[in-house]
């Protein structure tokens, strides 16, 4: 079966704008992470949906960011007035319904993200 | 906080070495652990996870790592690396019952055939 998808793979936009960043869980997966890789850092949580709702978000820097996941499966993550400091590999990665237990996590290929 | 810390940033081994990657976390409570692989152009991908039972853990490509809780510890090992293992590796940590993960910066190994 297909695995976590993201689109796109590649965005390069400039200072000020705002962009939209998707992710297409594993199909089953009720539980959706967005991370933030920066260069040379570990990847870095940002948020936590389990169905349609955000049961985590204390990861976003601040309310630029924001995500969706309104029908429980796809989700986007969204950035207003961007930043050159938000340049980095955004990472989706879904798991099955975790019931209060850690359930591995699947990972996307990543959205880079370059912010000029 | 939870943090994670990894010693190593670049590791460079011939074939059949021994590896050896350090990881150590800072939380005090009950923790999942993770260590996750990278290989080039590739995604991010599960190598072995550690909850609960013996603290001897086996993971994929012949990889385990070993859990000592008075050390809050959970390196990576494995007796004989192979060119195949050139990735990078991250170390994880979850508080048991939350679904953040917080990692390491990543070690990236380079293995010289």
């Known amino acids: 079966g297909a695995g976590v998808s993201q689109t796109p793979s590649n965005k390069v936009t400039e200072k000020g704008k705002y962009v939209e960043l998707r992710c297409d869980p594993i199909s089953g997966h009720t539980a959706l992470y967005w991370y933030r890789q920066s260069l040379g850092q570990g990847p870095e949580f940002l948020i936590y949906f389990q169905g349609t709702g955000a049961a985590d978000d204390s990861g976003l820097p601040n309310d630029r960011f924001f995500a969706v996941r309104p029908e429980g499966s796809v989700s986007t993550l969204k950035i207003q007035r961007t930043e050159r400091g938000d340049s980095a590999v955004y990472l989706c990665?879904?798991?099955?319904?975790?019931?209060?237990?850690?359930?591995?996590?699947?990972f996307g290929p990543g959205t880079r993200l370059t912010v000029l | 906080a939870q943090s994670v810390s990894q010693h190593n940033h670049h590791v460079i081994l011939s074939e059949a070495a021994s590896l050896e990657l350090g990881c150590n976390y800072s939380y005090g409570g009950t923790v999942n652990l993770f260590w996750y692989v990278q290989y080039p152009g590739q995604h991010l991908q599960l190598l072995l996870k550690y909850f609960s039972g013996d603290p001897l853990v086996k993971g994929i490509k012949g990889f385990e790592a070993e859990f000592i809780k008075s050390k809050f510890s959970f390196n990576l090992r494995k007796p004989s690396v192979q060119w195949s293992d050139t990735a990078e590796y991250f170390c994880?940590?979850?508080?048991?019952?939350?679904?953040?993960?917080?990692f390491g910066i990543g070690t990236k190994l380079q293995v010289i055939p």
């Open positions: 990665a879904s798991s099955l319904d975790t019931g209060g237990v850690y359930n591995e996590q699947f």
């Open positions: 994880a940590v979850n508080r048991r019952g939350y679904q953040k993960v917080t």
